[in-house]
């Protein structure tokens, strides 16, 4: 059974940092499309970033220059949030598609994702 299990969420003062990671297990490679989404309260769900089977990455045009997203062999996924702002706050989301071996066609829909974690609190003070 495949499980997205996030972890690193917290609280920061406007300006710090957070390092959010997603483990992925149940799948046998780590040749697939990978995402962040965020959900602030009252919003709906948007993307932040994704990473394809080879590393290339996409942005959300509010994260460029502050987020950083990646992986690693070990089917685990990363988002390096730097800078942060108080419009950051929002439950943050990985997210899987298995059958893609890049995000090209992806985009940073949340409908084109099936498989997902649980989410993790990311809250940014002013």
């Known amino acids: 059974q495949v499980q997205l299990v996030e972890s690193g969420g917290g609280s920061v003062q406007s300006g710090g940092s957070l390092r959010l990671s997603c483990a992925v297990s149940?799948?046998?490679?780590?040749?697939?499309?990978m995402g962040w989404f965020r959900q602030a309260p009252g919003k709906e769900r948007e993307g932040v970033a994704s990473?394809?089977?080879?590393?290339?990455t996409n942005y959300a045009d509010s994260v460029k220059g502050r987020f950083t997203a990646s992986r690693d062999d070990a089917n685990s996924l990363y988002l390096q949030m730097n800078s942060l702002k108080f419009e950051d706050t929002a439950v943050y989301y990985c997210?899987?598609?298995?059958?893609?071996?890049?995000?090209?066609?992806?985009?940073?829909?949340?409908?084109?994702?099936?498989?997902w974690g649980q989410g993790t609190q990311v809250t940014v003070s002013s």
């Open positions: 990473v394809g089977g080879l590393g290339t």
């Open positions: 149940g799948h046998p490679t780590n040749f697939y499309c």
């Open positions: 997210a899987a598609v298995f059958t893609a071996t890049n995000c090209f066609s992806m985009s940073l829909e949340v409908a084109n994702y099936p498989f």
